[in-house]
DNA sequence: TCGATAGTTCTACTATTTGGAACTATGCAA
DNA sequence: TTGCATAGTTCCAAATAGTAGAACTATCGA
């Protein structure tokens, strides 16, 4: 199996940070991850929200949090342990994480009436 | 023509604020945007950083960070004015925009080897 | 070695983004 | 007025990106 790839603290992305956490699915997880002192598994966000995530979409979605170094990843026998990596990146841009996890928990506190966050529809598969 | 949409500051989504600025182009727009004193005009755009942007596409980008909420767009005579709606989404998510524009000029100011801050490369089209 | 569990990759399909062409709206000069 | 330049939008086709089911890989524990 592939290694899993992390980009140094240098090479990170204002962008890529921005684009990772633009998804309500990943910043819901990032959130989560951010708020547990232990270390998640993927599996443990097999459902985010009432709304289930098949296991190829959430995997793909830890892939894009830890390819713009939101996220460190290790395999750990048969399940993976997901650690932010908040300190690191509150070095190279201060107060950025601090910021938009505060976003997002005003914005979950303000509850929308009817679930209006997600940004668009997903893809739609044919039978 | 249709009259410009602007969402009322508590229909902001932090979904949609991230999606916006997580475009290489769009963010670069906005932090001109936001520092300029007075309104910005869309065909004060049609180069950024270097590298020129089609006009259609140009209007997309306004149109992306006007429905996300975070400008305002005036039609003046034949152009439009761009103004920053900073200080009411400061309001919304304190501290956000003001972190996201100092990483970003953070990340300039790192000046990366090669140009390599786009989240990916643009689609071509067939000749 | 078998089976269960956790996660990844393959693949076909859907959604979004792009940029040129055509179009719309406004201002200005004759 | 008409004519035309300027600023921006919309339409369209092509390209890129994202989705999820199926098949696959890796590890653990009988």
Do not use: W
Request: glycine residues 4%; contains cysteine.
């Amino acid at each position: 199996m592939r290694p899993l790839f992390h980009p140094p603290l240098e090479h990170i992305t204002i962008e890529a940070v921005l684009h990772a956490l633009s998804d309500p699915v990943r910043v819901a997880i990032y959130a989560q991850i951010v708020a547990s002192s232990c270390s998640q598994s993927c599996s443990k966000f097999l459902k985010v929200k009432q709304k289930a995530i098949p296991k190829s979409t959430l995997s793909r979605h830890f892939k894009a949090l830890r390819e713009a170094g939101l996220i460190q990843s290790e395999r750990r026998g048969v399940e993976m342990h997901n650690i932010s990596r908040c300190p690191e990146l509150n070095n190279r841009f201060p107060g950025l994480i601090p910021a938009i996890l505060n976003a997002y928990h005003v914005q979950m506190k303000s509850k929308m009436p009817a679930g209006n966050a997600a940004k668009r529809k997903p893809a739609r598969r044919a039978k």
